[in-house]
């Protein structure tokens, strides 16, 4: 089983919020990609996101997050540094309106998270019922997905956590 997994998510049929889509293919067309990682298009899974993390060393996350930023920016986080935006407290522990928030704190509670988790969010613009991306979130792709190519390279040549 690969070492890493670079898992997109969002939904490639609300407008912005398939970035992390937009990023994986343009990842998949990269020439080399270190032996090790595999590349998921997880679509909208919820809490079940939890479980597409289970058995990884390190998992690179790449999702539409809204964080108050000007559509396109984006942000390199880890989950548990604050940033990672929860849904309505009234409705965690549920499987309605789950969040990747939330799915962490499932696979926290599962113990069954990777020791490593990095996201990468991208401010969205529109997320309405429409195929592509604002133009503003386009011009994020290549940054974002060069980011990640730049990490996983830098990880050390045995995928470990050194």
Do not use: C
């Not at 539409?64 to 009234?90: I, S």
């Not at 979130?137 to 060069?146: D, H, L, Y």
Request: no cysteine; aromatic share 4%; proline share 9%.
């Amino acid at each position: 089983m690969p070492k890493t997994l670079v898992l997109a998510l969002g939904n490639v049929l609300r407008g912005d919020d398939g970035v992390g889509t937009a990023v994986l293919q343009s990842l998949q067309a990269a020439p080399a990609i270190p032996a090790g990682v595999e590349l998921l298009d997880g679509g909208t899974p919820g809490l079940e996101t939890a479980l597409l993390l289970e058995g990884y060393n390190r998992v690179i996350i790449i999702d539409a997050a809204e964080m108050g930023l000007v559509p396109g920016e984006w942000r390199r986080f880890l989950p548990g540094d604050g940033r990672l935006p929860a849904r309505d407290a009234h409705l965690r522990g549920t499987m309605h309106y789950a969040g990747l928030a939330e799915a962490l704190a499932l696979g926290e509670a599962l113990g069954i998270l990777p020791p490593h988790i990095v996201v990468y969010g991208i401010q969205p613009q529109a997320l309405d019922w429409q195929e592509g991306l604002s133009g503003r979130v386009q011009t994020a792709v290549p940054p974002v997905a060069a980011a990640i190519l730049q990490e996983l390279h830098s990880l050390p040549p045995d995928n470990s956590l050194a």
